[in-house]
Nanobody, 116 residues
Framework: QVQLVESGGGLVQPGGSLRLSCAAS????????MGWYRQAPGKQRELVAG???????NYADSVKGRFTISRDNAKNTVYLQMNSLKPEDTAVYYC??????????WGQGTQVTVSS
């Protein structure tokens, strides 16, 4: 089992910044990929950014150049730095972990609201 706990969401004005954190615990040695997904009301959950065990990253086109995913192996934590936030970034953000055997784990989600 892998447990994921997110933090860092909130209300921010357009153009502002937030940093999300996702702390992993449990069988973390089995994790091959970690990602941040988001789901806005009435929309499907989408991948925002991901990072592999080897450190490769990928981003949704809509956030390239604005969001950065990183990790601190010593703290077993993955971060999502979000800059130049737009109202369309408003969503519940979920941390995801995928193991080498294909198991998926999700955090509880954290709300990000971009509004003036």
């Amino acid at each position: 089992q892998v447990q994921l706990v997110e933090s860092g969401g909130g209300l921010v004005q357009p153009g502002g910044s937030l940093r999300l954190s996702c702390a992993a615990s449990g069988r973390i040695f089995s994790i091959a990929f970690m990602g941040w997904y988001r789901q806005a009301p009435g929309k499907q959950r989408e991948l925002v950014a991901g990072i592999t065990i080897g450190g490769s990253t990928n981003y949704a086109d809509s956030v390239k150049g604005r969001f950065t995913i990183s990790r601190d192996n010593a703290k077993n934590t993955v971060y999502l730095q979000m800059n130049s936030l737009k109202p369309e970034d408003t969503a519940v953000y979920y941390c995801n972990a995928q193991t080498q055997t294909g198991l998926l784990y999700w955090g509880q989600g954290t709300q990000v609201t971009v509004s003036s």
